[in-house]
């Protein structure tokens, strides 16, 4: 007989800090693709993915081979920032895929092994290179939970719990944040050059291309071709932060190309591991890289069992065979939620985002997490977003196939139809 966990451990031992264990109440215990299964033996499509750590679905087999042999072989685990061959290797294939066909040029750095860690370097870097304190960042984005990354940060709950004044940091409208017809960068650029604006010149600009937590809102390249201008124009070092939207997650392997711009620094980590181990990498360009050795640094950068991964992740960017199907499916991800809104006009719903990271924000107070819960019901793991949960959020893997796509899509249909025709209500068992 299988033993199973008796779900009061969790409310008897550990924090009560503890969040999404509360938005899906069930003990899992296997995970393969883009499904999980709990103790009970029930099966869930995974539109979760990790809160985006997860972009090649859970236990990709090559990735778990490739692990599985290192360590079978005594791999080195732990190594900080010696020189390991894994190491070696991910640092090579990472130029070849990657940076080389995008005509990208930046130094690798393993500043610790979340995505707390890199934008807590990048602001560091930021500020040592240019000698200037104070950093720009936008409403709504969200960029960590250590001091630096929660000072840029725009959630007030957040922030909040910090429990001290979060300085050296200015939070300017993000891309329609006011409405449709404010150009929120002409009111930026009269601050930079208003002496009396109280807005000192900033060493850096902090930003996500699509806002993850702060409600899935996606700047247009326009925009973002715009902020790279006045970066360039003012001698500010533009950091854009691809922890969540990166990967692949939003179309591309990097969330800004199709904008164009080149950032001076950019923060990854979630998914760059390829299977869910933690890893983070800054990337900076050449001429900023002026750290003194040990300046920055973290027990766990050198997480050799990450190189292994993300170096066998890297191999689906070889050709844009994989491109292509996120393009395809992505378009039939938007469509669908384009459908929803309109046939169920209770819902007040707007779609929001782009490629794999889209959802829909619902003026209804509430609504959006009901919606969440219902899908859970039916087998869908699916979270919310905003600083109200206003957006029911949806985060398929890269790999999910069309079947288990259409699945899951099906799933928000019905839970929709739940939540606002309650009385009309029919399970699926």
Not at 104 to 118: A, D, E, I, Q, R
Not at 156 to 170: D, E, N, Q, Y
Not at 412 to 429: F, M, Q
Request: with cysteine; glycine share 10%.
């Amino acid at each position: 007989m299988t033993h199973k966990t008796d779900m009061n451990i969790f409310a008897q031992l550990e924090s009560e800090v503890r969040s999404y264990c509360r938005s899906f109440p069930t003990v899992f215990t296997k995970a393969k693709g883009s499904k999980m299964w709990d103790e009970d033996g029930k099966e869930y499509i995974d539109f979760f993915s990790g809160a985006g750590a997860l972009n090649y679905g859970h236990n990709d087999p090559i990735m778990k081979e490739n692990l599985v042999d290192y360590i079978m072989n005594d791999g080195i685990t732990h190594s900080l920032d010696m020189g390991t061959t894994e190491k070696a290797t991910f640092l090579k294939e990472f130029k070849e895929t990657i940076l080389k066909p995008r005509d990208l040029n930046y130094k690798v750095m393993f500043p610790g092994p979340t995505g707390t860690n890199t934008v807590e370097s990048a602001l560091k870097l930021a500020r040592k290179v240019t000698g200037r304190t104070d950093v720009i960042s936008f409403t709504n984005g969200f960029h960590g939970m250590t001091i630096g990354a929660l000072s840029v940060t725009g959630n007030s709950f957040k922030r909040k719990g910090a429990g001290i004044p979060l300085t050296h940091t200015v939070t300017m409208p993000y891309d329609n944040f006011v409405s449709d017809e404010l150009d929120t960068l002409e009111y930026l650029e009269r601050f930079l050059e208003d002496g009396g604006s109280g807005v000192a010149i900033p060493a850096a600009i902090i930003l996500e291309t699509v806002q993850g937590e702060g409600g899935i809102n996606a700047a247009r390249y326009e925009w973002l071709k715009k902020v790279e201008e006045i970066c360039r124009r003012w001698d500010i070092l533009l950091i854009v932060d691809d922890v969540q939207a990166g990967i692949g997650r939003t179309g591309s392997f990097f969330s800004f190309e199709k904008a164009g711009i080149k950032p001076d620094i950019v923060c990854l980590s979630k998914s760059i591991s390829g299977y869910g181990l933690p890893l983070a990498l800054t990337l900076i360009k050449p001429e900023y890289d002026i750290w003194e050795p040990g300046e920055h640094n973290g027990t766990f950068r050198g997480n050799n069992h990450a190189f292994v991964t993300a170096t066998a992740a890297l191999t689906y960017w070889k050709d844009d065979q994989f491109e292509k199907k996120i393009t395809k499916q992505s378009e039939r991800l938007y469509s669908f939620l384009e459908d929803l809104v309109a046939s169920y006009p209770e819902l007040e719903g707007q779609v929001r985002g782009r490629g794999f990271m889209v959802g829909v924000c619902s003026a209804k107070e509430g609504l959006s997490e009901k919606i969440a819960a219902q899908a859970f019901e039916r087998g869908l793991i699916m979270e919310t977003a905003g600083p109200k949960d206003e957006v029911f959020k949806l985060f398929p893997a890269l790999t999910i196939s069309d079947e288990e796509l259409e699945k899951g899509l099906q799933m928000i249909k019905e839970s929709v139809e739940a939540t606002v025709n309650p009385k009309e209500l029919v399970t699926n068992g």
